[in-house]
């Protein structure tokens, strides 16, 4: 099933704050509760936090008062405020709430429009949006299979799969994608610490998906590249600079020095929703900084002093000098960055565009 989805009015998906003990569908009937999902973390992944977005804007044109489009849209622009501010990190959140926005405003420009025509234009695009994430996956995910050979060994942070995409997954989807074809992989799942979204996640999707696997501490990952027991790293984002630093889950930096020194290729696997053109570099990128639990506690278990100072922050961002490549729904983009994944970019809105007008009945623009 899908992670996050849209019915009867709410929008719903996997609690991930309960698994791997717990299978939950949780619903949401408001923007605020939605924005509190993504915070707390109950959606996480890039796509995923992108595709809610978009579903807490439609929810928000379902749900709004407003008796006009022109108040409406002013109900929308402060539902993507709230929307956006619960993880600043995941540009993904930002790209799917400006695109229902403007979406919003070029359906309220229709003749005859109401609120109502304007909502349902915008659970339209968030389903469209939700499909295209799937199928982008897809896509990414034979693009990066095409550079794994077969019974390759793969280091893999974090989690990217399903759970953390619309579905499929993007560097976990790399690997789906080797075992469609045949390939004879092998995965060490880190358990990425301080949320362990490795060892409650990617391991559970990776055993269900029954892909041959080992759960390692994230500070084995050096010994097994030094034993040569890891042929490529691979790994998602969370926002890629124009430049090609890219921002993941804290850690990804340490694994891909480490890959670096050892001469293993790292790729980062992205869709190009999470290329961000508009900043130059990774220093740009926000980084997020967590509740100080996540680190002094496992679950309800205290494992540090009380009152100890912690430093929690959610990503790090990896140099462009580290990634072999970044894989793309379009491709492959290899240095210069700054060409390549503009490219890509480009490339992906054309794509966009053309099945929006599909959509519409209305030929594609040139």
């Known amino acids: 099933m899908r992670t996050v989805f849209w019915q009867d009015g709410q929008v719903k998906m996997i609690d991930q704050r309960l698994l791997p003990a717990d299978f939950e569908i949780v619903s949401f009937d408001s923007v605020d509760a939605v924005a509190h999902s993504i915070r707390d973390m109950a959606v996480r992944g890039a796509p995923a936090i992108g595709a809610t977005g978009a579903y ?98 793969l280091l893999h942070h974090c989690n990217t799969g399903s759970l953390a995409t619309v579905d499929f997954g993007t560097a976990l989807g790399v690997i789906y994608a080797c075992q469609e074809l045949g390939k004879r992989i092998h995965v060490w799942v880190d358990e990425t610490r301080p949320r362990l979204q490795g060892a409650r996640l990617t391991a559970w999707e990776l055993m269900h998906a029954e892909v041959p696997m080992h759960l390692i501490a994230d500070n084995a990952a050096g010994s097994l590249m030094r034993a040569g027991k890891v042929d490529v790293v691979i790994f998602g984002a969370d926002r890629v600079a124009a430049n090609g630093d890219v921002a993941n889950k804290i850690g990804s930096y340490q694994i891909s020095v480490l890959a670096r ?61 580290y990634l072999t490549g970044i894989v793309t729904e379009e491709g492959i983009c290899y240095p210069p960055f700054r060409e390549s994944l503009r490219q890509a970019k480009e490339t992906a809105e054309e794509r966009i565009q053309a099945t929006r007008a599909q959509r519409r009945g209305a030929p594609p623009t040139a």
């Open 56 to 153: 807490g804007m439609a929810l928000a044109a379902q749900a709004a008062p407003a008796t006009t489009v022109a108040a409406l849209l002013d109900d929308l622009t402060a539902a993507k405020e709230t929307l956006d501010a619960s993880r600043p990190t995941a540009v993904n959140l930002s790209w799917a709430t400006a695109r229902l926005l403007e979406l919003a405003q070029s359906a309220a420009a229709e003749p005859g429009a109401t609120p109502a025509t304007v909502a349902a234009a915008l659970l339209a695009e968030a389903e469209a949006l939700a499909d295209e994430d799937v199928a982008i996956n897809r896509r990414m995910g034979y693009n990066g299979a095409a550079v794994i050979l077969d019974g390759a060994n």
């Open 261 to 321: 020194e050892n001469g293993i290729p790292v790729y980062a696997v992205v869709p190009t929703s999470t290329i961000d053109l508009n900043l130059a570099d990774g220093d740009q990128i926000p980084i997020e900084e967590r509740d100080a639990r996540e680190v002094t506690h496992i679950g309800d278990t205290v494992v540090a002093p009380e009152g100890v100072p912690v430093y929690n922050p959610a990503f790090d961002v990896t140099p462009y000098r």
